[in-house]
């Protein structure tokens, strides 16, 4: 299987390359549409505005603590028997890990999903290390095997179609070809029910961190979340920062919502709550549990007021099932861990600008990302907070600020200012733009190759209600 | 799903801010708008210098040469009238953008009033001037686009429909995927050709789908894109600014 790598810096290339693809445009507009319908159907006649409201509040007042809420949770953790370990970065949170795995001579680890584990590239780190980790959620199974990465954050393989999925477990585990998805499915399932038992570590994410219990919530419909958190001897949670929340009762309306946007389900087939490792009178549960609380550039986003809203986001993946842009590409041409709009305002701080240029203006601002958001991130207006940040003078707190300014730019703007603030010559312009509209080019680049050229009319609307008013008083005397 | 806004009655007098596109592409449909305005009893204020909101600026990320284009913009309404746009996208910029733009500025408190007297003009004609209207043209299907700003920024998913339909002779026709954006987006359609070609390409065939030969739409950006695309495939369907399509009908 020929190996693709994707990198946010070659999005037109892997735009150009995506929207060429019949098979990619057909798998992604297919999954959409049938995500924005059982989305919307989920939501029925409930009061949506007012959940959102809610959702939004419960993460504002959540960021609005956070540093207490940390300490909380921590030191609820570890009067739970929970260990709870601190990374700056993604190296440090894959070392803490391999630490942990090494220092209990793990060789097997078995994952539950985890986008914060793909963000830091954990599974390539314990390899390098001679640790295998294998992923248990079917679409995560799928996407290792075809060794790829995900294309959603919660549908991890929604870019590959039944043929396609059949072929890899062909390839891949010698499973005979079939369009059966219950045959596939179980052949899956009984590869993975053996490595549940043999592995030495569980690795999972987190949904929610209940500050007040000390509690990590797991969200998931496959079971092996549930595997993964309760067979391996140990059990190690990593998550970012971001993801706690004060209190118990703040997480059904979360959990409301996260369904209900992701997968327009009204709950999922598992719910875990994860409060302890096992007990003295209890038979099974992992004998240890610990908990990696990741920064990798949170902290930074935290101090600035707007882009503070970007740590709201729970992971649902509705912007990018209604992003028209996301729906044309497909997630692997942003190139990026978090791809579609929630990715296009994460990544720039997780990876800076100068690799992230082209994501914040990957989109037409359409709204429709922000109209869905569950926790009302007003993700167009941080689309153009980074926009701003990469064509500003470099002062910014987002890394590679300044990164896309450029004399010619800057001086195009400086025009189109001096214009746009000189009504005469605005006027002037515009007439002789009409007067020369025969002249004008019908090739216009790119926009010509798929349309026809925009012709400036003979008479400007400046010109015409002159016109208008002039005929009107002899038109009132007429009557 | 936005909060109720509440409307002033019918004004005396409005401001008609024409938006840079229409002066220059489309001044007809302003025209057009103007004569519907007219048509209600309303005196239609035309303020010579207005030149463009500064959308452009704003959304590529230069702020501050938005703010100084917006900012020649505030002066121009200096009475307390209502200012009526032809299009969601610069109605939503003045509404919506204008305050934030300008906060903590010296500008703030005008930008913060100018922004609540500002309206979409479908918007206006429904909501402020209740508008009746006989239709004198003969019987038609008409698809409608309403653009992005006009549906999500300023909440006016349903007052294109409901104008056209006051119109006895004209269906309004279903077509897939009504909400999604056209792939014009201003500079998008610039720095992502491509991806905007396709969207086009879809919103495009879809309307043609809908089994019509024309479409509307209140947004001269989307009207371009659209329209175009439609012509560069030598399409029949022909693309119209409302405001041109209710006035063709009922003068």
């Known amino acids: 299987m020929n190996v693709q790598t994707f990198t946010p810096r070659e999005f037109h290339r892997q735009a150009h390359e995506a929207l060429a693809s019949p098979q990619i445009r057909a798998n992604f507009r297919k999954a959409m549409d049938g995500l924005m319908i059982k989305r919307r159907d989920v939501f029925g006649d409930w009061d949506l505005e007012a959940l959102r409201e809610l959702g939004a509040n419960i993460r504002l007042r959540a960021l609005a603590k956070l540093p207490d809420l940390l ?409 | 799903m936005t909060p109720v806004k509440l409307y002033p009655t019918k004004p005396d007098k409005v401001y008609f801010y024409g938006t840079c596109l229409v002066d220059m592409f489309f001044p007809e449909a302003g025209l057009d708008g103007i004569r519907l305005l007219e048509r209600e009893g309303i005196e239609v204020l035309f303020p010579e210098d207005q030149t463009c909101c500064g959308q452009p600026a704003y959304t590529s990320g230069y702020h501050d040469e938005a703010r100084a284009v917006a900012a020649a913009q505030l002066d121009l309404f200096p009475k307390p009238w209502p200012i009526v746009v032809p299009s969601g996208s610069c109605g939503g910029m003045m509404r919506t953008h204008y305050p934030s733009l300008f906060a903590g500025t010296e500008h703030e408190a005008r930008a913060e009033e100018l922004a609540g007297r500002v309206f979409e003009l479908t918007e206006f004609l429904v909501h402020v001037c209740h508008l009746k209207l006989e239709d004198r043209g003969h019987l038609e299907k008409v698809a409608m686009h309403t653009s992005c700003s006009a549906r999500r920024e300023m909440g006016l998913a349903e007052t294109g429909p409901a104008l056209l339909a006051k119109l006895g002779q004209v269906e309004l026709v279903e077509q897939a995927r009504a909400a999604e954006c056209c792939g014009f987006g201003g500079t998008f359609a610039v720095r992502h050709p491509e991806v905007s070609a396709a969207m086009v390409e879809d919103k495009a065939c879809a309307i043609e789908a809908a089994g019509t030969a024309r479409f509307v739409t209140s947004d001269c950006g989307c009207l371009m894109n659209i329209a175009g695309r439609l012509e560069h495939q030598q399409k029949t369907v022909k693309g119209e600014h409302i405001a041109s399509y209710l006035w063709r009908r009922t003068s």
């Open chain 1, 71 to 479: 300490e909380q949770l921590e030191a609820n953790c570890e009067a739970n028997g929970i260990r709870v370990h601190w990374a700056e970065d993604g190296e440090q949170a894959c070392r803490v890990i391999r630490e942990l795995c090494e220092a209990r001579n793990a060789r097997s680890v078995i994952k539950g999903k985890s986008m914060v584990s793909e963000e830091m590239h954990l599974n390539a780190h314990l390899e390098a290390a001679g640790i295998e980790a294998l992923e248990s959620d079917l679409g995560e199974y799928l996407v290792q095997l075809n060794e790829q990465t995900p294309s959603h954050i919660i549908m991890p393989a929604i870019h590959l179609n039944t043929d396609e999925i059949s072929g890899i477990l062909h390839d891949k585990t010698g499973l005979e070809r079939t369009r059966d998805v219950d045959i596939m499915t179980a052949a899956a399932r009984a590869q993975l029910r053996e490595r549940f038992m043999a592995a030495d570590v569980g690795v999972s994410g987190v949904n929610f961190a209940v500050a007040e219990t000390g509690t990590l919530c797991l969200v998931e419909n496959e079971g092996n979340g549930r595997m993964t958190t309760t067979v391996p001897p140990v059990h190690i949670a990593v998550t970012g920062i971001e993801k706690v929340v004060e209190q118990l009762r703040d997480v059904p309306p979360l959990y409301a919502l996260l369904t209900r946007s992701a997968t327009g389900q009204h709950v999922t087939t598992y719910f875990n709550m994860i409060s302890s490792p096992r007990q003295e009178e209890e038979h099974d549960g992992p004998k240890e549990v610990h908990l990696v609380l990741v920064d990798n550039g949170r902290s930074r986003i935290y101090q600035d007021n707007e882009l503070l809203d970007t740590l709201r986001c729970i992971r649902c993946g509705a912007c990018m099932n209604h992003c028209p842009v996301y729906t044309r590409v497909g997630g692997h041409t942003y190139g990026t861990t978090y791809p579609g709009p929630i990715g296009s305002i994460l990544s720039p701080h997780l990876m800076g600008l100068e690799e992230t240029q082209d994501l914040p203006t990957a989109s037409s601002l359409c709204g429709a990302c922000g109209e869905v958001c569950p926790v009302k991130i007003p993700i167009p207006d941080l689309l153009v907070r980074l926009r701003k940040e990469s064509v500003g003078e470099g002062r910014g707190n987002v890394p590679g600020a300044g990164v896309k300014r450029t004399r010619k730019e800057v001086a195009a703007w400086k025009g189109f200012q001096w214009l746009a603030t000189h009504p005469a010559a605005w006027r002037s312009g515009v007439a002789v733009a009409g007067k020369l509209r025969a002249l004008m080019p019908t090739r216009l680049g790119p926009w010509t190759d798929y349309r026809t050229a925009p012709r400036p009319a003979g008479t400007s609307l400046h010109a015409l209600v002159k016109q208008h008013q002039a005929k009107k008083p002899a038109r009132e005397e007429s009557q």
